[in-house]
């Protein structure tokens, strides 16, 4: 019971930097684009996967499950509350009910091959890195 | 900018913060418990939160349109969709479980959680826009 309690403050304090870091950096890029298209759940989501590759790269690799805080921190606090699947399927849907078919067919088609990519692209990288760097 | 909107920003930041603490720690929670009572070989805590976040998101934004049934300050929305709702559910998470299922070898579990994720979560956000117009409408439930 106490275990959990002390695992669940490590995701506080990682989701109270993750969903600001998604606010700041989604308005940033909606100011800068324009809203027509989601772009902004777009860029944190496909940057939180790669984060989220490597970190798990990081975990296999080199082991950092001794320390199942970082774990709680980072992945399940920080990226969980940085990434977001509510505001893809609020966005997607806005589109679809705007009559924007062919662009809500994109943000499902882009999301899911650019997040995965990331997250392979992440994962494959920082293993090779973390390999490298051991030997 | 202005003292006044330096607070009105602040504001916003403070509830996507507080949202976003309050729907993390929920979706830990909630993947701790369905690891507990389903097991870990389909990815059902992440797809709980997932579809509920998708649901909730798609009720509130509908019921706090302008001129409909329920009216919520910038801050509110902030505190319930960017920060609960943002926080409640995950797209890494997501990507990563699917990974290692293909990593490890099981490409047709993987495709499974792609395709029933998209559209149990797209639907759920209907779900709840399509309620909402209800309460809207009516007047009630």
């Known amino acids: ?135 | 900018m202005r003292p006044a909107m330096k607070r009105e920003t602040a504001g916003l930041y403070l509830a996507v913060c507080a949202g976003s603490i309050l729907g993390s720690v929920l979706r830990a929670l909630a993947s701790i418990a369905a690891i507990a009572w389903l097991g870990d070989a389909f990815p059902i805590g992440t797809l709980f939160v997932n579809v509920l976040g998708s649901f909730i998101i798609g009720f509130y934004a509908t019921l706090t349109a302008p001129g409909s049934r329920m009216m919520a300050s910038t801050r509110h929305g902030q505190f319930v969709m960017t920060g609960i709702c943002g926080g409640f559910t995950t797209f890494s998470t997501f990507s990563l479980e699917t990974f290692m299922l293909a990593r490890n070898g099981d490409m047709p579990l993987a495709a499974l959680n792609i395709a029933v994720s998209v559209v149990t979560w797209l639907l759920a956000a209907w779900i709840g826009q399509a309620l909402a117009m209800r309460m809207n409408r009516v007047g009630g439930i």
């Open chain 1, 1 to 135: 019971m106490q275990e959990a309690a002390w695992a669940i403050s490590w995701v506080v304090l990682g989701s109270a930097l993750g969903g600001p870091a998604r606010y700041f950096v989604s308005g940033l890029i909606g100011r800068r684009v324009g809203e027509t298209f989601p772009w902004g759940t777009m860029v944190v989501n496909v940057t939180g996967a790669l984060m989220m590759g490597a970190l798990a790269a990081a975990v296999a690799v080199k082991g950092l499950l001794p320390a199942p805080q970082t774990w709680q921190f980072a992945a399940v606090g920080f990226l969980g509350s940085y990434t977001t699947v509510s505001s893809f399927s609020l966005q997607t849907l806005t589109l679809a009910r705007d009559g924007q078919f062919p662009r809500a067919g994109w943000n499902i088609v882009l999301s899911l091959v650019l997040c995965l990519s990331a997250l392979a692209a992440g994962y494959e990288a920082a293993a090779a890195a973390l390999r490298l760097a051991a030997s």
